[in-house]
């Protein structure tokens, strides 16, 4: 996560003095950030890029992302790349085929958005976990089960992030693809089918 980390150091609130070097900050964080600005003051920012870049290191629980998120991280990554790469055009039209791809290949409802997307399901499956620990704190097998839910996120996290890596290839070398949409289609059925299996083996002992 260097383009959080680069980010959050720029911006920190100590950083900022008053006078002339504050207003300066405060109007580069406007021009760099014209459409986060809208919604976040530089404190805002800041500590939401920070929650961001520790859920990043949080291994084994789910954290979801919404559209303001998306759109920090979007932000911070036009700057980011601005500043390593000045020649690279952020909105290189390979980008929208590349989403469009991307869309052909995977059920965004499916996966992310939808009442029975997998993302929803685990986040339920986690704040169900969070809660039992906290009125049962010794329930037996306990640990078992999250060892599983974390084998199921983490799988579904693989092939995502994977479908998502070799698509980037399609578009940018000009590869084959090699992912067949029924197919991971089928996956996301079994990573929900795994899902319930073992939250409903492990609620029914108890």
Known sequence: ???????VEVYQPHHVLT???GADR????????????KFFSREEFVKILGSLFEASDDNGTLHQLTDYHWLLLY???????????????F?????SEFYEGLRNKVSLDGWIHGLEAVTQHLG???????????????????RTYQEELWRITKGSNDLLLNVVKDLSY??????ESRWDPAAIENSRKQVLEDLLAARDAFV???
């Open 1 to 7: 996560m260097p383009a959080l980390i680069l980010m």
């Open 19 to 21: 006078g002339k070097e």
């Open 26 to 37: 405060e109007e580069s964080y406007s021009d760099g950030y014209q459409l986060s600005a």
């Open 75 to 89: 932000e911070s990554l036009k700057v980011y790349t601005g500043v390593r790469n000045p020649d690279y055009d």
């Open 91 to 95: 909105l290189d039209p390979r980008l």
């Open 124 to 142: 339920c499956a986690w704040h169900e976990v969070a809660i039992m620990e906290r009125l049962f704190p010794s329930l037996p097998g306990m």
């Open 170 to 175: 399609v578009y940018s070398d000009g590869r």
């Open 204 to 206: 029914f002992r108890h």
